[in-house]
């Protein structure tokens, strides 16, 4: 009987490590087993390279962390190739591979072929990637890149990343738009809806919910805020492959709620762990932030919940595994709520953000549920981090990298 529950054990260990290449002689001993087992453990390849925290922002800057309490700053072309006074926007992890977007040089209003685009396994080594050109604006070359996202569309995973639109107006035009299945090859997304609204400037922020792909409209310049539009516009997009092969991105949706309602001239989406889908944003009669949850069949209600405060943004967003939902914006305020969306409460983080800018902002956040733990990171190199579900301005740690006080535009996690 003995003997059956020991095999029964060793059968249970060789199953948990079914993914390993295990050598099992039946003559070893157990202890000689248990060897094997070790070793075999330690000679696994791992593709678990990077750190669980990575950080992007100005001039060509990189932060990573392991635990989100202890950070390095970089910066530079050693950093990141061919970077010379650039600014990356905005990071994301998918496929084994960070990837970050935004400019080799200057800001985003230098457009022609000032598309920066890199990738790494371990967020240490970075690889810059030629940007595929448009062959319909074969003139304007590539553009830098405001947003890069990673998730499922038309039942493909992808990264899509996003710029600017051809043209030097805010008349009708195409944004610059490029599509990746592994990160590493990329194809211009040519079959795009044009957008009417903001200037040439205007980008959108790329985001995925339920296999359709978002990409609200931002007005003016990088840093302007987000217009809102009320048109639904439906468009094919080319598959990849390209030249057929299907795998195609299906449509682009511009489904926003009723701007009657919500009134709004500077949005987001955010998906929340539950799979909700959220619209942030500032109503432009008097400037007052506000929020909705989109209802299970694809309706966005008739009202809006506030408790944000005025002309408080929210530019990063988290949500915990307690359930909790948190917004981060303008005036380094943040705002939490425990009923999914229904009543938010707004803290003042003031003395804490953003002491070596005029601007004092939290820019984006990250959510890590290996460690759970949550990162926000905003103006003057700032770092916020807590292990708990915050409801307090005391729950966070505050944090900078000495010497680093470069704005930092995005960060992603691991294991979000």
């Given at each position: 009987?003995?003997?059956?529950?020991?095999?029964?054990s060793?059968?249970?260990?060789?199953y948990?490590?079914?993914?390993?290449?295990v050598?099992?002689?039946a003559?070893?001993?157990?202890?000689?087993?248990?060897?094997?087992?070790?070793?075999s453990?330690?000679?696994?390849?791992?593709?678990?390279?990077g750190?669980?925290?990575?950080a992007?922002?100005?001039?060509?800057?990189?932060?990573?962390?392991?635990?989100?309490?202890?950070?390095?700053?970089?910066?530079?072309?050693?950093?990141f190739?061919?970077?010379?006074?650039?600014?990356?926007?905005?990071?994301?992890?998918?496929?084994?591979?960070?990837?970050?977007v935004?400019?080799?040089y200057?800001?985003?209003?230098?457009?022609?072929?000032?598309?920066g685009?890199?990738?790494?396994?371990?967020?240490?080594?970075?690889?810059?990637?030629p940007?595929?050109?448009n062959?319909?604006?074969?003139?304007?070359?590539?553009?830098?890149?405001?947003?890069?996202?990673?998730?499922?569309?038309?039942g493909?995973?992808?990264f899509v990343a996003?710029?600017?639109?051809f043209?030097s107006?805010?008349?009708?035009?195409q944004?610059?738009?490029?599509?990746?299945?592994?990160?590493?090859?990329?194809?211009?997304?040519?079959?795009?809806?044009e957008?009417?609204?903001?200037?040439?400037?205007?980008?959108c922020?790329?985001m995925?919910?339920?296999?359709?792909?978002?990409?609200?409209?931002?007005?003016?310049?990088?840093?302007?805020?987000?217009?809102?539009?009320p048109?639904t516009?439906?468009?094919?997009?080319?598959?990849?492959?390209?030249?057929?092969g299907?795998?195609?991105?299906?449509?682009?949706?511009?489904?926003?709620?009723?701007?009657?309602?919500?009134?709004?001239?500077?949005?987001?989406?955010f998906?929340?762990?539950?799979?909700?889908?959220f619209?942030?944003?500032?109503?432009e009669t008097?400037?007052?932030a506000?929020?909705?949850?989109?209802?299970?069949?694809?309706?966005?209600?008739?009202?809006?919940?506030?408790?944000?405060?005025?002309?408080n943004?929210?530019?990063?967003?988290?949500?915990?595994?307690?359930?909790?939902?948190?917004?981060?914006?303008?005036?380094?305020?943040?705002?939490?709520?425990?009923n999914?969306?229904?009543?938010?409460?707004t803290?003042?983080?003031?003395?804490?953000?953003?002491?070596t800018?005029?601007?004092?902002?939290?820019?984006?956040?990250?959510?890590?549920?290996?460690?759970?733990?949550?990162?926000?990171?905003?103006?003057?190199?700032s770092?916020?981090?807590?292990?708990?579900?915050?409801?307090?301005?005391?729950?966070?740690?505050?944090?900078?990298?000495?010497?680093?006080?470069?704005?930092?535009?995005?960060?992603?996690?691991?294991?979000?």
């Open positions: 009987m003995k003997r059956i529950v020991l095999l029964l060793i059968f249970q260990i060789l948990c490590n079914q993914a390993k290449e050598s099992l002689d003559s070893k001993s157990l202890m000689g087993l248990s060897l094997d087992l070790t070793l453990e330690q000679l696994q390849p791992t593709t678990d390279l750190p669980e925290f990575v992007v922002g100005l001039s060509c800057s990189l932060w990573i962390s392991e635990d989100g309490v202890e950070w390095t700053a970089s910066a530079g072309s050693s950093v190739p061919d970077c010379s006074g650039g600014t990356l926007y905005s990071i994301t992890y998918g496929n084994g591979l960070y990837v970050a935004g400019t080799l200057a800001g985003f209003n230098s457009r022609t072929n000032n598309c685009l890199w990738i790494s396994p371990d967020a240490v080594t970075w690889t810059r990637i940007c595929p050109n062959s319909i604006y074969p003139s304007q070359g590539n553009l830098p890149l405001r947003s890069v996202s990673y998730g499922r569309v038309g493909v995973k992808k996003a710029g600017p639109k043209g107006d805010s008349s009708a035009d944004l610059y738009m490029i599509q990746s299945t592994n990160g590493k090859t990329w194809t211009a997304m040519e079959d795009i809806p957008t009417e609204h903001g200037t040439a400037n205007g980008s922020l790329v995925f919910h339920n296999d359709i792909l978002y990409c609200p409209q931002e007005g003016g310049s990088y840093s302007a805020i987000l217009e809102y539009n048109s516009s439906t468009s094919g997009m080319p598959g990849f492959p390209p030249f057929g299907g795998n195609a991105l299906e449509s682009l949706t511009y489904a926003p709620p009723n701007t009657t309602v919500y009134d709004q001239y500077s949005f987001q989406f998906v929340s762990r539950a799979n909700s889908l619209v942030f944003g500032m109503k008097d400037s007052i506000v929020s909705s949850r989109m209802n299970t069949s694809g309706v966005w209600p008739a009202s809006v919940a506030i408790g944000f405060g005025a002309n943004r929210p530019n990063g967003f988290a949500s915990d595994e307690s359930g909790n939902i948190y917004t981060f914006g303008n005036s380094c305020k943040w705002a939490y709520s425990s999914q969306g229904t009543s938010w409460t803290v003042n983080t003031l003395d804490a953000c953003g002491t800018s005029a601007y004092q902002d939290w820019m984006s956040a990250a959510y890590s549920t290996k460690l759970n733990r949550m990162v926000v990171v905003g103006d003057g190199g770092i916020g981090t807590t292990n708990i579900s915050p409801t307090l301005t005391t729950d966070w740690a505050y944090l900078q990298v000495s010497g680093v006080n470069l704005q930092i535009t995005s960060v992603t996690s691991k294991n979000k």
